[in-house]
Structures are given as C-alpha cells and as structure tokens.
C-alpha cells in the first residue's frame, strides 16, 4: 500500500491547513450533516443501491458518480463480468500454469491484518501503523502460502495475501490479462479516462484491510469468493478518529518462523483510522467508550460483494474489508483505480477535516437525533496532531 501512503501524505502535506488552531465542532452540527447527506443523497437505511442492469455512463456520471454514492452491480447483470476468468481462476492448475513464471509480491502478517494499527511489543501501550512483510515470491509458492495459511494467534505461522496494488495486475499477474477487461467501459467513458491501476487481490478467510480512504474512484469485481466491505462516506470522517502512528514494518524470518515488528528509525508518522469495526468481545465496550461517534452514530453500510460483482467504491469513502473464501479457501478480487477529480468536494472534506471534532466521549447509546456527546464545546486537546 506504499504507493497509497505516499498519495495521502502528499495531499495532506499539500492542503491541510496550516494553524495548529483548529474551530471546534458541535456534536449537534455533526449530527445534521451525517443525516443531511443521508437523507439528500445517500438514503437512510444501511443499505446501498443494488444495480440489475449496467448503468450507461450517462446514469452512472449522473446519479452515482457526481454524487459520490455507491452502488453494487448484481451479479444477475446480463453483462456483468463475462470474464474468461470467473470461470478460469476457480481452477488453482489454470492459474498455477499460466503464472509459471511470474514472481508475485506476497504480502506477511501474524494475524491477516496489514496496514493496521498494532501494539508494539517492546511497549504493549504503544501503538503503531504496521506494514506486512512482502516477499518477492514464484506465484505457485504463494497460492501454496495464501491457501495453507490460516494460522491465527500462533507465535510462528503467518498469513499471507496478495495484495501489491500500485497496477499489480498489469505487471506482476499480466499472463492473466486476456482472462478480463482491462478497464471498465461505462466507467471509463463517464469518467474520461482509462484506470490508473487494475489491481489482483488474492486472500483468504484471514485477509482483513483496516479502515481507510483513497483517492480513487474504485471499481471493485469479485471474482471468486466473497468481500464483505463496512462504508462511511467522506462526510463522516470525525466517527473514524484518524490519528498519527508511527509507521512499523514486520519483518518475517524463515529460520524460525516468527515476525520481528520494527518501527521506522528515523520515525515517520502515517495518519490512520483508529476503529476496527469488529473488535473483539472484550475489547468492544472499551472500543465504544473510546469511539462514540462510530458507535453512536448512524449505522455504517454494509454489502457483500459476491463473485460475479462490482461494486461502485466512490473516491474518499472509508472502507473496511474482509472475505469469505470459495471452497479451495480463497476470494480472489480485480479492482480498477480511477484518478477522482480534485474539485469542490474534496475542498470541502479537508475543510471538514481541518474542525476538530467535539473532545472526551461519554458513552451511552442515544437515538439518532439525541446528543451523545456532553461536552460539546469543549476544542479537541490535541491540537499538534495532523490528520489524513
Ligand atoms: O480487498 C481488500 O482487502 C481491500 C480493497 C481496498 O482497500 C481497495 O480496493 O481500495
């Protein structure tokens, strides 16, 4: 996700803002927003729209695209995703054969879970952004390595993704090219332009992705398996609590079959979402003190992408993804990264983003029009952090 970080740290280094002194929010105010955006644009259930024919671009420029909305594409689409490859990848032969001799960038963690926030050994209070250990690798030992790990909470044994992004697709896995479109059409008619990556993401039941954004409108095609995404859309991005970690990188011995989690030396800080949507039971009333405007907030939307799908991902949505495998064990997924237009919108999200959210949570569950917050004037106290 290197090439992701770089892309947020050049945007944040561009436009935030330069005072240290942020205006505080209300609750109240973030309330009305949360809700207005729903009730304009997005609809007030957790649900998004489900698509049964292709859109023209003409449709998908007017009523998704310009709207920043999401929708899914079902698979019951006569002309969705008529790949060779929805039939080809289930065969593990046919892609072990053709991706003979392509070496693959395989992507380490302990537990599934790269780019994520994780506790750092030497101090079990500190906290860190980790990146997964890549290991350059002959394609036919990573599915071996993708497929047989399913190890969690073992001190030796990892899991392993294939999730190199930055136009892997093209380059690492191009053998497979002729098993799929290179762009797509209505997609790239309504937005001018081909993608600037298509991406092969190849997991199983461990892959986890933590809760960030992009800085892409992302057309996303499952293609075996399932992909199970929680979105918030940009205007929410004060429920997703982005901090500053200093970034780590796991490093993976063959010898001994451990990880070694190192920070960076000279320290650099990457800004993160600090929610993980499905904390453990005995986390989850911590999880909710510390996080109140996720938990109390409006349910985020949920949809399940199943094989033979797309769904429509809009530029700067907060996103958290995790997979149900086919029956050999894996999900695999395609994804085009289309460049987003740097317009009014996101002038107003890093205006959005530059107000300090209202400080210290009292957690009670309220109902969606009560205030949950008691200090609502109160400024955000940590004024010197600087935000995605
Ligand atoms: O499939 C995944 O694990 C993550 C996908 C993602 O974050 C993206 O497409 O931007």
Request: glycine share 4%; with cysteine; aromatic share 12%.
């Amino acid at each position: 996700m290197d090439g992701r970080i770089t892309e947020l740290v050049r945007a944040t280094q561009v436009h935030s803002p330069s005072s240290t002194t942020k205006t505080p929010l209300m609750n109240s105010q973030l309330e009305t927003l949360w809700e207005e955006v729903r009730e304009l644009s997005l609809g007030t259930t957790p649900q998004i729209d489900r698509l049964h024919t292709p859109p023209t671009p003409l449709q998908f420029l007017r009523h998704y695209l310009s709207q920043n909305k999401p929708f899914i594409l079902s698979a019951s689409a006569a002309t969705t995703l008529q790949w060779p490859a929805t039939t080809l990848w289930t065969s593990t032969s046919y892609l072990r054969q053709t991706l003979s001799s392509s070496i693959v960038s395989l992507h380490l963690t302990p537990t599934g879970q790269a780019d994520s926030i994780a506790t750092l050994p030497s101090n079990p209070d500190s906290l860190c952004f980790a990146s997964a250990h890549v290991q350059r690798t002959p394609f036919s030992d990573a599915i071996d390595a993708i497929e047989g790990s399913h190890k969690r909470d073992s001190i030796t044994g990892f899991v392993a993704y294939a999730q190199q992004q930055n136009d892997c697709f093209t380059e690492e896995y191009g053998a497979l090219a002729g098993d799929c479109d290179s762009h797509v059409a209505w997609a790239t008619e309504a937005i001018g332009s081909l993608p600037e990556a298509v991406n092969l993401w190849i997991g199983n039941h461990l892959s986890e992705t933590s809760f960030h954004k992009d800085h892409y409108e992302n057309l996303y095609a499952v293609v075996t398996g399932e992909k199970h995404f929680v979105l918030l859309p940009p205007t929410d991005v004060h429920r997703m609590y982005i901090r500053d970690y200093p970034a780590a990188h796991y490093s993976y011995s063959q010898e001994t079959g451990e990880f070694e989690l190192e920070l960076e030396n000279p320290v650099r800080h990457v800004p993160w979402c600090s929610v993980n949507p499905y904390p453990f039971p005995e986390n989850k009333e911590k999880e909710m003190s510390e996080f109140p405007l996720y938990y109390n907030g409006p349910k985020p939307f949920e949809v399940t992408v199943k094989a033979g799908e797309i769904l429509y991902l809009p530029s700067m949505w907060f996103h958290h993804v995790r997979q149900t495998p086919d029956r050999r064990g894996l999900t695999i997924a395609v994804n085009y990264w289309y460049d987003m237009q740097f317009d009014i919108k996101y002038a107003y999200f890093n205006f959005l983003q530059s107000l300090s959210p209202p400080q210290k949570p009292t957690c009670r569950k309220s109902t969606s029009h009560d205030n949950f917050l008691t200090n609502e004037n109160e400024s955000d106290g940590d004024q010197n952090r600087s935000q995605e």
